[in-house]
């Protein structure tokens, strides 16, 4: 079945280290972003790539890195750098091209830093 | 400052009541998502629209782009529609494919 796979759902980092979360689709998409979500917030944009091997920063990338090497993965990395980690991630992904198209959505990753 | 509110923000519903969750933004849109988010947090797209009114089963989401606003309806709720259910939307002239989101109507359907 064609969809957003993300994977941990649950982690758990020491401060001060990195960590990588995993996002894979097999929609044959070309857009892929990563969203935060914290407590009474709306998803806020982290990171987009409309093609592989193009990435932009959205509203709060500060902390955080990606990479496109390939068009069905999306991995994102929460440095030690990013001051307050602990949050609810979500990849999303949809074609481009057309701005008015359905967004398809992971699970999500719960990221808890201890 | 582009904005997307939702209210409200919190709902408690009967079994079987008819439910209306509020969507208000503050500039032109090309586009306007009602999205799903069950307790283990992930999100399913119910609809996205432009004009006009969709329905899907129980579910209608209406949109009157005059007065930047739009509703999703719920009928004959059940404890299955329990959820948070997002509004997002794309601005017009936003860069191409970034949604912004409201902050969520947490629903709980009584039996």
């Known amino acids: 079945d064609g969809g957003i796979t993300q994977s941990p759902k649950y982690l758990f980092r020491k401060e001060g280290q990195n960590v990588t979360l995993s996002c894979e689709q097999n929609l044959n998409h070309d857009a892929m972003y990563w969203y935060r979500q914290d407590p009474g917030q709306g998803l806020r944009l982290i990171y987009y790539?409309?093609?592989?091997?193009?990435?932009q920063k959205g509203d709060i990338a500060e902390g955080y890195s990606v990479s496109r090497e390939k068009k069905e993965s999306f991995p994102l990395t929460v440095t030690s750098a990013q001051k307050n980690p602990t949050a609810f991630y979500l990849c999303?992904?949809?074609?481009?091209?057309?701005?008015?198209?359905?967004?398809?959505f992971g699970q999500g990753t719960r990221l808890t830093v201890v | 400052k582009n904005e997307v509110e939702q209210s409200p923000q919190n709902l408690t519903a009967q079994e079987g009541e008819f439910i209306t969750i509020n969507c208000s933004y503050s500039?032109?849109?090309?586009?306007l998502h009602w999205l799903q988010q069950h307790p283990g947090g992930g999100i399913v797209s119910l609809f996205m629209l432009s004009s006009g009114k969709k329905k899907h089963g129980r579910l209608i989401a209406t949109i009157n782009i005059q007065e930047k606003h739009s509703s999703l309806h719920i009928t004959a709720s059940h404890p299955r529609d329990s959820a948070v259910y997002i509004c997002a939307v794309r601005f017009l002239g936003g860069s191409q494919g970034n949604l912004i989101f409201g902050k969520g109507t947490k629903l709980s359907v009584k039996p």
């Open positions: 999303a992904s949809k074609t481009s091209g057309t701005v008015n198209t359905e967004a398809f």
């Open positions: 790539s409309q093609i592989v091997n193009d990435f």
């Open positions: 500039v032109g849109i090309s586009a």
